[in-house]
């Protein structure tokens, strides 16, 4: 005797499709909410990748030190020190104006600009989600990029109940 499983059971409310869950930041189909922010998947268009603004620290040492190089340089310029100066000191200027060089590289390895995530929501460009975690961030545009497939597709299509196969007799 065959019975019909979907008229007793009563359906199932529709469950929003979890595609990254972190403290602050929750990806489903329907929404994408980072901190008190709340975006729906469907309104958001034009998403991009960009990185943030260097270390505020790491390009005020590279100005200092270059104003500082550049100061010695217009002294010694002006008081004439360039002609009494040997091989080696020249050789000495040229390393110490390659501060501000090593001074940019180290600052971006020591603390590197954040990954951005930005996108269109009604129009207005918005900065969706920023991290300095590149692991995180990956996760969190891949969820987002699947969340906006699905979006675009119509949803999540739950597949029909299947009943084991029998042989029939």
């Known amino acids: 005797m065959q019975t019909d499983r979907s008229a007793t059971q009563p359906p199932r409310p529709a469950t929003p499709k979890l595609l990254y869950a972190r403290p602050g930041i929750v ?9 008190r922010n709340t ?37 010694l310029g002006f008081t004439g020190g360039l002609h009494r ?16 060089l090593l001074l940019v590289l180290i600052g971006d390895r020591w603390r590197p600009p954040a990954h951005e995530l930005w996108g269109r929501v009604r129009g207005t460009e918005v ?3 920023s991290s300095d975690d590149e692991r995180q961030f990956g996760q969190v545009s891949r969820a ?13 299509a739950d597949p029909p109940p299947a009943e084991p196969w029998r042989p029939p007799r």
């Not at 990806?27 to 901190?35: I, K, M, S, Y």
């Not at 469907?42 to 100061?71: F, K, N, Y």
């Not at 200027?93 to 390659?98: A, C, E, P, R, S």
Request: charged share 20%.
């Open 27 to 35: 990806v489903t189909a329907e929404r994408f909410t980072v901190g």
């Open 85 to 100: 100066l040997t091989a080696g000191a020249y050789l000495m200027l040229g390393g110490v104006g390659l501060v501000p």
């Open 39 to 75: 975006w729906p998947v469907a309104e958001i268009t034009q998403v991009r990748t960009d990185r943030g603004p260097h270390d505020r620290l790491a390009i005020r040492a590279v100005v200092v030190s270059a104003a500082m190089i550049a100061a010695v340089g217009v002294l």
């Open 144 to 156: 987002l990029r699947r969340a906006r497939e699905v979006a675009r597709m119509g949803g999540w």
């Open 127 to 129: 900065l969706l989600f």
